[in-house]
């Protein structure tokens, strides 16, 4: 089971932004599909953005040209840069790392094999 800690949520005002960081493995930061998923309450899981071991990443439509997932591979950490925060865009956020895939991830977090706590991100006026 690979090591995935979340930080850096928090509440924030319509048009504001937050920046989420996760730490993990250098092992899981190098070689796995890894990705930022939401869940509300009572709400599904789901997508919001992954990024492969060669760096393509790809976005929930509606958080396109408002979020950006970034790896370090020198830090083993993950990160959300989020703008243009909505309040639709409150939810827990997870940190998750696929162990069955590098490239081509998955935007299904059934297929994601680890996963963080979460940390959560309020959108309020």
């Known amino acids: 089971e690979v090591p995935l800690r979340e930080s850096g949520g928090g509440s924030v005002q319509p048009g504001g932004s937050l920046r989420l960081s996760c730490r993990t493995s250098a092992h899981a930061i190098k070689t796995y599909c890894m990705g930022w998923f939401r869940q509300t309450l009572g709400g599904e899981r789901e997508g919001v953005a992954t990024?492969?071991?060669?760096?393509?990443?790809n976005y929930d439509d509606s958080v396109k040209g408002r979020f950006t997932i970034s790896r370090d591979n020198d830090k083993n950490t993950l990160d959300l840069q989020m703008s243009g925060l909505k309040p639709e865009d409150t939810a827990m956020y997870y940190c998750a790392g696929d162990d069955g895939r590098a490239v081509w991830c998955s935007d299904y977090a059934q297929d994601f094999t680890d996963w963080g706590q979460g940390t959560q991100v309020t959108v309020s006026s």
């Open positions: 990024i492969d071991s060669d760096g393509v990443t």
